[in-house]
């Protein structure tokens, strides 16, 4: 099991690292092997990891070659090494054995389509910085958690519920309706 977290931006004001790192700590417990954040345009991804597939080279917020693209994935693709394969004869390169990587050049691909191509258990979050998108899916039994808010200013998402508090961008309240 692994972490993610991601702060979106919904004004010009980008996230600050620290928010991040505040949510990583919250969720540490999720992927105690490593933990990083990126900021970038307007999305601050986080992201610590449990270190099983690519031990060596998933190492999260991961970047495109072009580092352009940049993702934050916890879970396991069943079918990653037959959609690499495919990727690859499109003349997509890989510069890891890690299945993030190829969920990364699907989405850069297929953008909103990529995850009905996946067969697992994810939940990720995948930012284009040529124009600021962000593109977010869960496993369509919803394996993997994903919870998010919404403020004036931000998008804020996350592996748990706690992580979103800690940003410090949303008061927990408790909802009656």
Request: hydrophobic share 45%; charged share 25%.
């Amino acid at each position: 099991m692994c972490g993610i977290s991601l702060i979106y931006s919904l004004r010009a004001t980008a996230p600050e690292p620290a928010w991040v790192e505040r949510m990583n700590r919250a969720i540490l417990h999720r992927g105690p092997d490593a933990h990083a954040v990126l900021c970038q345009g307007a999305a601050g991804l986080g992201h610590t990891r449990l270190s099983i597939v690519d031990v060596a080279g998933g190492a999260q917020p991961m970047r495109s070659t072009d580092g352009k693209w940049a993702i934050v994935f916890n879970g396991e693709i069943y079918n990653y090494r037959e959609l690499r394969s495919a990727l690859e004869k499109e003349g997509v390169r890989f510069a890891t054995h890690s299945d993030t990587e190829v969920v990364l050049a699907l989405v850069q691909r297929e953008r909103e389509r990529a995850p009905l191509r996946l067969r697992g258990m994810f939940a990720y979050a995948v930012h284009n910085l040529d124009d600021d998108t962000v593109y977010v899916a869960r496993d369509r039994l919803g394996i993997k958690p994903l919870f998010f808010a919404e403020t004036e200013q931000y998008v804020v998402l996350a592996s748990e519920a706690k992580a979103i508090f800690a940003s410090g961008l949303v008061e927990p309240r408790f909802n009656r309706q």
